[in-house]
Antibody, heavy 120, light 107 residues
Framework: QVQLQESGPGLVKPSQTLSLTCTVS??????????WSWIRQPAGKGLEWIGR???????TYNPSLKSRLTISIDTSKNQFSLKLSSVTAADTAVYFC????????????WGQGTLVTVSS | EIVLTQSPDFQSVTPKDKITITCRAS??????LHWYQQKTDQSPKLLIK???QSFSGVPSRFSGSGSGTEFTLTINSLEAEDAATYYC?????????FGPGTKVDIK
């Protein structure tokens, strides 16, 4: 079973860059079984898909965030990362890293989530 | 972008009840529809993939059906531990989108 764990600052100032890392265990991030993805959830609200990266480094982003977003993968560390630039209070949310099945495109496994607050 | 709507928004039920949650897509998505359960202060968990296939380890009281634009999640003989918000998710086209959720409260 795949396990995912988010890490990174819980507080980011407006206009700065939000950076998170997800460490994967239980599977090689290079296996090709999953896309590695980020999803966020503002407090009390629904889920928003942010984007995904494949083992090859190929990425797909949500158009609503694309201009500010970079998702990358580090196969040597079995990690993938999120960078979201020029953040505002609207980016305050719980950020989940997750694995998306390459076969079904279901989100099979989720990290526990990490709260990122954008505030000065 | 494909929009998913769910009904009802909220349902209060008693243990052993059966409930059905509906998810409708704004356009045809085949069977590219998945269901998740999110309990308070937890991450979502996959219940059903590809409209009707149970994910590993999910109790048999959870089942899914539908195709095209209308889908249902059925929970038979509800248990107290099933109190949660349930989300549908489409993977037919990018960007992936989620429904707004259905909150299930156990009386």
């Amino acid at each position: 079973q795949v396990q995912l764990q988010e890490s990174g600052p819980g507080l980011v100032k407006p206009s700065q860059t939000l950076s998170l890392t997800c460490t994967v265990s239980g599977d090689s991030i290079s296996s090709g079984t999953y896309y590695w993805s980020w999803i966020r959830q503002p407090a009390g609200k629904g889920l928003e898909w942010i984007g995904r990266v494949y083992a090859s480094g190929s990425t797909t982003y949500n158009p609503s965030l694309k201009s500010r977003l970079t998702i990358s993968i580090d196969t040597s560390k079995n990690q993938f990362s999120l960078k979201l630039s020029s953040v505002t209070a609207a980016d305050t949310a719980v950020y989940f890293c997750a694995s998306i099945s390459t076969w079904y495109s279901s989100v099979d496994y989720w990290g526990q989530g990490t709260l990122v607050t954008v505030s000065s | 972008e494909i929009v998913l709507t769910q009904s009802p928004d909220f349902q209060s039920v008693t243990p052993k009840d059966k409930i059905t949650i509906t998810c409708r897509a704004s356009q045809f998505i085949g069977n590219s529809l998945h269901w998740y359960q999110q309990k308070t202060d937890q991450s979502p968990k996959l219940l059903i993939k590809s409209a009707s296939q149970s994910f590993s380890g999910v109790p048999s009281r959870f089942s899914g059906s539908g195709s095209g634009t209308e889908f249902t999640l059925t929970i038979n003989s509800l248990e107290a531990e099933d109190a949660a918000t349930y989300y549908c998710h489409q993977s037919s086209s990018l960007p992936f989108t989620f429904g707004p959720g259905t909150k299930v409260d156990i009386k």
